[in-house]
């Protein structure tokens, strides 16, 4: 038994250098075929599960927009919503924690979404804070904030970092009853 395992290890010495080499092609050839695999699969898409024939009318294909150099959520919201603001609900969909953390080349799905209200809201009992707001300096009421204010300035909540910026706030969270606040038109 001691002769067998002798001649088997002064074998593998003899012949360590093809023995390596053979491993690594092998090594080599699995990355390449892994690699591979992954690069057409992304170039394809995901495999879609089989769709049966039975209501089919109600199928909608999800958008992809893969990343292109230069771009951000704003860019890409502007391009399929003509609505920058939107880009919230981008990433919300994409679970984007962080709006600057997009790379070149990521697959992103854009949602459909309903188009920004473009009627004035309906009046309740505190008619302040419903009412269409249209003069361009408005004073804060207690209960206010950007959103509410924009969605009564200009039918769309997602216009509240114009004002934001117009009114060169700090933190557009902490606005005050009696602030003086600059609507841009």
């Known amino acids: 038994?001691?002769?067998?395992?002798?001649?088997?290890?002064?074998?593998?010495?003899?012949?360590?250098?093809?023995?390596?080499?053979?491993?690594?092609?092998?090594?080599?050839?699995?990355?390449?075929?892994?690699?591979?695999?992954?690069?057409?699969?992304k170039q394809s898409g995901e495999i879609a599960p089989p769709i049966s024939l039975e209501n089919t009318s109600s199928i909608t294909q999800a958008k992809i927009h893969k990343v292109k150099r230069g771009e951000n959520l704003w860019k890409i919201a502007q391009q399929y919503y003509n609505n920058g603001y939107r880009w919230v609900e981008i990433a919300q969909k994409n679970n984007i924690k962080s709006p600057f953390t997009i790379e070149v080349n990521q697959e992103i799905e854009i949602p459909e979404i309903s188009p920004s209200p473009t009627q004035t809201p309906t009046p309740t009992k505190d008619s302040t804070i419903n009412d269409q707001i249209t003069q361009e300096v408005y004073t804060v009421v207690k209960g206010d904030n950007l959103w509410k204010i924009c969605v009564r300035a200009y039918s769309d909540g997602y216009k509240w970092p114009i004002v934001a910026k117009a009114n060169n706030l700090k933190n557009p969270n902490i606005i005050l009853p009696g602030m003086k606040l600059v609507l841009p038109r």
Do not use: C, P, W
């Not at 395992?5 to 092998?26: C, P, T, V, Y």
């Open 1 to 41: 038994m001691d002769q067998t395992i002798k001649k088997i290890l002064k074998f593998l010495k003899l012949h360590e250098n093809n023995i390596s080499l053979a491993f690594g092609a092998i090594l080599a050839i699995s990355a390449i075929a892994f690699f591979g695999v992954r690069y057409l699969n």
